[in-house]
């Protein structure tokens, strides 16, 4: 296992890039705890396996170094990284039996027979393959081949990390759900440094302890789950974790108010002077606004109630502005006329996208 750290890393896949905009993966600084798992995520494009084929040394980058611990493996090649890989297509040799194919990463290492056959039944009993040890692995369901891929990266116990890069795409929501699971228990068992790329924050959030999300290649935040959602650092952050996402407007800030289309918004604390220039928007989770009768907050037209079940999502409308709304009882409100009340603990104030702190 190892700790992992970029610095000043970046990559541009055109050649003699000269801008900031010419790098794919922008200037980056960022430490992996050894035995921390990690989740990567963002929308595609953003970076996220790029960064992680750098890591791997799949991808050589562009200028930074890459440290595992105190060595600098910038140059090593794959093969002496002492990395496992899992990719988003499941790896299998067709012509194997399962238990081949989760005893060859340690065959290849010299691993004594009693050692490998321990270390096979342990990883398929985690992963219920121990019904399939005996089969070949073509013609195996697309799931099961997957659960050998991961198998595989999962029965060596002295790789420096894992990776991940979206190794449940091809899924059904179910097994996603017990994978996942499995995965958080092995990491809670061995201890090993797993990092995880996905654009699917559901997948992220109840994977990881600590969350990197990516866009337009930078990571714009990194924190555990409940940071991101409640304190987000950009409003990428905020629009891309969460469901539906944080309302964003814009707003201008005068002391501890905001003004949204003239309408003032009590703050929790009182703002300095905004950058000149700077784009100034309010942002406030959904769960954290209440719909209350017209003539109380923010005047607004209700456009529509989304009920889901146990919650329903008021889509609502001041003047050029949506705004979505939690409600757990929709049908309360008479009319197509409210007020929204913010909590004025749960708004942020942004400044072209960043959090004012």
Not at 30 to 39: L, M, Q, S
Not at 90 to 102: G, M, R
Not at 212 to 220: A, D, K, L, S, T
Not at 286 to 294: D, G, I, R, S
């Amino acid at each position: 296992m190892a700790r992992i750290e970029f610095r000043t890393l970046a990559h541009a896949y055109r050649p003699a890039p000269a801008q900031p905009d010419d790098y794919a993966l922008k200037e980056l600084t960022h430490v992996w705890e050894d035995g921390g798992a990690y989740a990567l995520l963002g929308p595609s494009g953003c970076g996220k396996t790029t960064l992680l084929n750098i890591i791997s040394g799949l991808v050589a980058p562009t200028r930074g170094q890459v440290f595992f611990g105190d060595t600098d493996v910038t140059g090593l090649p794959t093969e002496k990284r002492n990395i496992a890989q899992v990719f988003q297509f499941p790896v299998v040799y067709d012509t194997l039996t399962v238990f081949e194919n989760l005893a060859f990463p340690l065959r290849n290492r010299g691993v004594p027979k009693a050692r490998i056959d321990e270390r096979v039944r342990q990883v398929a009993a985690m992963l219920d393959l121990e019904r399939d040890l005996g089969r070949r692995a073509r013609g195996l369901t697309a799931d099961v081949q997957q659960k050998i891929s991961l198998g595989r990266g999962l029965v060596r116990s002295d790789v420096a990390a894992i990776l991940f890069d979206e190794p449940l795409t091809i899924i059904d929501p179910q097994l996603k759900w017990e994978l996942r699971s499995k995965l958080k228990a092995l990491h809670r068992e061995f201890k090993v440094t797993m990092i995880y790329v996905t654009h699917d924050q559901t997948e992220a959030l109840t994977f990881a302890d600590q969350v990197v999300v990516m866009y337009e290649g930078r990571v714009v935040q990194s924190g555990r789950p409940e940071e991101l959602f409640e304190r987000p650092a950009h409003t990428f952050v905020g629009y891309f974790i969460g469901s539906p996402g944080m309302n964003v407007v814009p707003c201008e800030v005068a002391g501890n108010r905001a003004l949204v289309n003239g309408h003032a918004i009590a703050l929790s604390r009182s703002y300095p002077a905004m950058p000149a220039g700077a784009r100034i928007e309010l942002g406030v989770r959904p769960e954290f606004v209440t719909l209350a009768p017209a003539g109380q907050g923010l005047p607004v037209r209700i456009e529509r109630i989304d009920d889901l079940g146990g919650i329903a999502i008021a889509r609502t409308r001041l003047a050029e502005l949506r705004i979505n709304v939690v409600v757990s009882h929709p049908g309360v409100m008479q009319g197509d006329q409210a007020g929204l009340v913010m909590d004025p603990a749960r708004v942020n104030i942004y400044a072209d996208g960043q959090l004012v702190a």
